[in-house]
Every structure is written in structure tokens, then in C-alpha cells.
């Protein structure tokens, strides 16, 4: 096993107990006995009584909660509405999972969510969402909104959650002036994914506390001067598959220091942009490069000391091995994956 697969592996590996915590169904028979006051179908194990586990069993409506639940697991039913008194028994709900149900945004009444002023954990993907439901709770950390149909959120959907770290709007129908202010004020925010939109440009107004940044697959072809200074500890920046060329990128937007990780491949890029010695993996593959601009990714910061590049992908361009530099291998010899498809 190479020395590079190892911490690989166990992210991994972390990241599948992870899943298995927040999603997987729990099978009624691992759960042991269920408590009194459950609701029909779903299963509230004497061992762990503040959780009531609904997922997958066929619901067609918001099942009846008994007072003391934290922990709702509503996910992979077909729940189409919630009435405004759903939650009354549970105003100290921690966590409510309602991925993959058919729930529309003019379908869950107003005031439905008041109730839950202590509510940590939302997740609503993949229900039929055409705005955000709330208001939240300040108490929100973790809200995940994937594959709804939301086009716009609308100023103030998201204010004052103050404790919000991680917000996920991937695969929906957000445009750049539908969400122009929805993030202002976030202070907490460190993980924003806003990938599969139709963003047009980045959004403006991102709160400086964002480590995290993905805006994969959409139809952004430029990135304004000075557009990281607001992100001052931004470390893995993603914006694959959107149609940056050069004269969209503008000359050292990408040398900062904070950024760890830079995914730029499947766009128009022409050549490789200038980036801080601290990067250490640049996917570059699939655009147009057709130059090998050694200094734009390998800086000498002193004797023997180089770029602290590893990972350095330039597959799918019009680059062939021959075109890489000898003096590559200084930048290149501490890990690194090079792979440079053969165009000869
Ligand atoms: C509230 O809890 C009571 C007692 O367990 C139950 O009968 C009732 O259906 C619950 N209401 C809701 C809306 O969940
Ligand atoms: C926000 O988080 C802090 C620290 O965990 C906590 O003390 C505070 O009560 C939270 N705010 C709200 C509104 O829940
Ligand atoms: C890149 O940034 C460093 C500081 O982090 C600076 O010293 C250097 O001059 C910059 N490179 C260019 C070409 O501006
Ligand atoms: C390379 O330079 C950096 C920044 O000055 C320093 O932190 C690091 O220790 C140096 N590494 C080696 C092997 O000299
Ligand atoms: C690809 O590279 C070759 C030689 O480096 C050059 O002659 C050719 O014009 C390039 N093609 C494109 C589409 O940039």
C-alpha cells in the first residue's frame, strides 16, 4: 500500500460510519423493543428513547410524535404534506430527516416549523422544494436542501442562524440573482455547496468564516479580481465543469495561501493560473491548456524547498508527456501524481 492510500483509506472509511450515523435505515430488528406512545409503523427503541425511526416504511403522512423525541427519521417515504401542528409534541426535536419524500414548499403549512426552537439538524433533500421552509431555528447547524427545485432564496430565508456551519443546496434551480444575498450574516458557515445550479456567476457576499467551497457544474465563465480576499481561510475551492476560460481568471486570483485543494478541470482553461505554493492538489484535467507554465505552480521557497504540490492533474488537454519540463520533477518529487494524458 502506497504511504498516500492510508490517510485516504480512512477517510473513507470515516466518512461511510459517518453516513451510516446520519442516513442508513435501521432494520426494526436491531433496534430491540419499541417504547410505548410510538407511533404505528416506526419503531422508538427502549435503548435510545428520544429517537423515533420512520425511515422506509411506506408513510404516506407525517406520523403522530410522541413527546420526548430528539431524533426523527422520516427519510424514504412518501410523505407529501406536514400540517402546522405536526411538531407540537416536540419543541426539543435535535435532529428531523425527511430526505426523499414528495414534499412541496406549498405543502407545509405555515408556522409547521416554529415549533422546533431547538432544532440542530434539517434534512430535506430530495423532496420537490420550490423555496426553503422556515423560518429556522438560530440554533440550526446543519441544513441540506439537495435536489429540490429551488430557483431563489429569498432574502432573510436564511438569516440569524448564527450557528449554521454547513449548508448544502446542491442539484437545484438556483440562479445568481435568486440567491444575490441569502448568505450575508451566516458567521458560522464553513462548508457551502452549491453545485448542479444554474449560476451564472459566484455569489457575491459569502461570509468569511467558509473553509469549503463547491460550485461544481454550472455556468460560471469568470471569477471576479479580488474574489478570495473575502474567503481568507478558504482551503478547497471547486468549480469544475463551468466555462472559466483565461480571460475570465484574473492574473493571481488564485495565488492565496489558505487554498489547499483547486478543481478547475472541465472548463476552457487555455493555461495553467498562477497558484500559491501552499496548494497541494490542482485538477486541471479536461480544458484547453496547451502550454506546460512550470512557474505558475512550482515555486521555490528556498534550498531544496518547493511548491507543496502532490496531486497535479493535466489529463484531456492538448499536453503531452514531452511538454513537461525536466525541472517538473523538483515540484513533482514529493508525491506527486502527475498525470498528463499523451496527445503525440
Ligand atoms: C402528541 O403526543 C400524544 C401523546 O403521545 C399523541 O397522542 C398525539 O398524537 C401527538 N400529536 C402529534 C401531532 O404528534
Ligand atoms: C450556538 O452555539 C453555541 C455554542 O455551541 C451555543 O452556546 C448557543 O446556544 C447556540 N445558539 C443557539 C441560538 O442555539
Ligand atoms: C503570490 O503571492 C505571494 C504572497 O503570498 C507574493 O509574494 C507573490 O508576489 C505573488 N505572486 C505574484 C506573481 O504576484
Ligand atoms: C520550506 O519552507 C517553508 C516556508 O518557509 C517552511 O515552513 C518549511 O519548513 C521548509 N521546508 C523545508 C524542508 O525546508
Ligand atoms: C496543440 O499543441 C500543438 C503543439 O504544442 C499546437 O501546434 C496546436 O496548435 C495546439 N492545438 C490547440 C487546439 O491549441
Known sequence: MSPLSVPLLALMIGSALCQYYDYESYPSNLLGPSGPNCAENCDCPMNFPT???????????????PPNIKYLYLQNNQIKEIKAGAFVNVTDLRWLVLDNNHIATGNVEKGAFDKLVSLEKLFFSYNQLTEPVGPLA?????????????????PGALSGLDNLTSLHLQENELTTEGIA???????????LDISQNKLGKLPVSIPSSVSMFYADHNDIASIPEDYLQQLPVLQYFRISHNKLEDAGIPAGLFNVSSLIELDLSFNG????????????????????????DLGSF?????????????????????LS??????????CLRQAAELTVESTD
Open 298 to 318: 512550482c515555486k521555490v521557497i528556498g534550498p531544496l524547498n518547493y511548491s507543496r504540490l502532490r496531486h497535479l492533474r493535466l489529463d484531456g488537454n492538448n
Open 269 to 292: 482553461l487555455q493555461s495553467i493560473p498562477e497558484v500559491n505554493e501552499n496548494l497541494e492538489n490542482l485538477y486541471l484535467q479536461v480544458n484547453e491548456i496547451s502550454k506546460f
Open 181 to 191: 444575498e441569502a448568505f450575508k450574516g451566516l458567521k458560522s458557515l464553513v462548508y
Open 138 to 154: 438560530k440554533s440550526l447547524t446543519e441544513l441540506k436542501m439537495i435536489g429540490n427545485k429551488l430557483s431563489k432564496l429569498p
Open 321 to 330: 508527456r514531452s511538454s513537461v519540463p525536466f525541472d517538473a520533477s523538483n
Open 51 to 65: 429517537a423515533m425511526y420512520c425511515d422506509r416504511r411506506g408513510l404516506k403522512a407525517m406520523p403522530s410524535i
